[in-house]
């Protein structure tokens, strides 16, 4: 049987250590394909256009849109992010598991397009410990840590809306968490319908060939 990649959200507050997840996960496991969105906020120090994100201008972004060039995009803090359509739609083809890492709204639209999407949200082992994290990583000004802050609190009402929660303490058990319940979600009965749905079929014929 062909394994077939599935869709996975990875989303959770600023500062609850995604990124860093994402990195240890690729590094670790072969099977993943970590989507790089598209973003009209600068980039950090650090970063580098084509590997955190593609960082473009508010009018590139919004071409991209014109041109359904994107799975779905939200605004964050006052920025454009979206998921590029091309990349995703290849890598699933290839058997891959693709990660979007994304916040909720944009999760909301993926789940609700392709309802076979495994959604996963980081958190933080304590909101102490969340505001620790964001201010530790020395990116952003105290404006953007509260906005961010805020927003972590709106974020919060939604968690329901996934199917997991993995805690970020330990770095390496996370990692090992999340890679545990993806592996799980390939064998759910929605996700093998086809699988199933043959199973049945010979075992009718196998009735019908032997007279039952
Ligand atoms: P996000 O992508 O969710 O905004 P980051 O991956 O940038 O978060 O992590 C925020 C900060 O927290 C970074 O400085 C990172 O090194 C640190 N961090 C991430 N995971 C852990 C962890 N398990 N324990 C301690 N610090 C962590
Ligand atoms: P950051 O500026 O910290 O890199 O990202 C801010 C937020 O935007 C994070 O919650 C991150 O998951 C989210 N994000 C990153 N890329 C995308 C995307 O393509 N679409 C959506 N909807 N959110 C994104």
Same mark, same amino acid.
């Given at each position: /049987? &062909?394994? &077939?990649?599935?869709?996975?959200? #990875? @989303?959770?507050?600023?500062?609850?250590? &995604?990124?860093?997840?994402?990195?240890?996960? /690729?590094?670790?496991?072969?099977?993943?394909?970590?989507?790089? @969105?598209?973003?009209?906020?600068?980039?950090?120090?650090?970063?580098?256009?084509?590997?955190?994100?593609?960082?473009?201008?508010?009018?590139? %972004?919004?071409?991209?849109?014109?041109?359904?060039?994107?799975?779905?995009?939200?605004?964050?803090?006052?920025?454009?992010?979206?998921?590029?359509?091309?990349? #995703?739609?290849?890598?699933?083809?290839?058997?891959?598991?693709?990660?979007?890492?994304?916040?909720?709204?944009?999760?909301?639209? #993926?789940?609700?397009?392709?309802?076979?999407?495994?959604?996963?949200?980081?958190?933080?082992?304590?909101?102490?410990?969340?505001?620790?994290?964001?201010?530790?990583?020395?990116?952003?000004?105290?404006?953007?840590?509260?906005?961010?802050?805020?927003?972590?609190?709106?974020?919060?009402?939604? *968690?329901?809306?996934?199917? %997991?929660? #993995? *805690?970020?303490?330990?770095?390496? @058990?996370?990692?090992?968490?999340? $890679?545990?319940?993806?592996?799980?979600? $390939?064998?759910?009965?929605?996700?093998?319908?086809? %699988?199933?749905?043959?199973?049945? &079929?010979?075992?009718?014929?196998?009735?019908?060939?032997?007279? /039952?």
């Amino acid at each position: /049987m &062909k394994r &077939k990649g599935i869709l996975i959200v #990875v @989303s959770g507050f600023s500062g609850a250590g &995604k990124g860093t997840l994402m990195k240890k996960l /690729m590094e670790t496991y072969d099977n993943y394909a970590l989507s790089i @969105s598209m973003t009209t906020r600068q980039p950090r120090q650090g970063e580098t256009d084509g590997k955190e994100y593609f960082f473009v201008t508010e009018e590139a %972004f919004l071409q991209k849109v014109s041109q359904e060039g994107l799975i779905e995009y939200a605004q964050y803090c006052g920025n454009y992010y979206g998921t590029p359509r091309a990349y #995703v739609e290849k890598q699933l083809e290839a058997g891959k598991d693709v990660i979007l890492e994304i916040e909720i709204q944009g999760a909301l639209k #993926v789940k609700e397009r392709f309802p076979d999407t495994l959604l996963l949200f980081v958190m933080p082992p304590s909101a102490a410990e969340l505001e620790k994290r964001l201010r530790g990583r020395g990116t952003e000004t105290e404006e953007n840590i509260s906005k961010r802050l805020q927003r972590a609190k709106e974020e919060a009402e939604g *968690i329901e809306n996934y199917d %997991f929660i #993995v *805690i970020n303490d330990n770095l390496e @058990s996370c990692t090992e968490q999340m $890679h545990s319940i993806i592996c799980a979600a $390939h064998y759910t009965p929605d996700r093998n319908a086809e %699988f199933i749905c043959d199973i049945r &079929k010979e075992l009718e014929e196998g009735m019908k060939r032997s007279g /039952m």
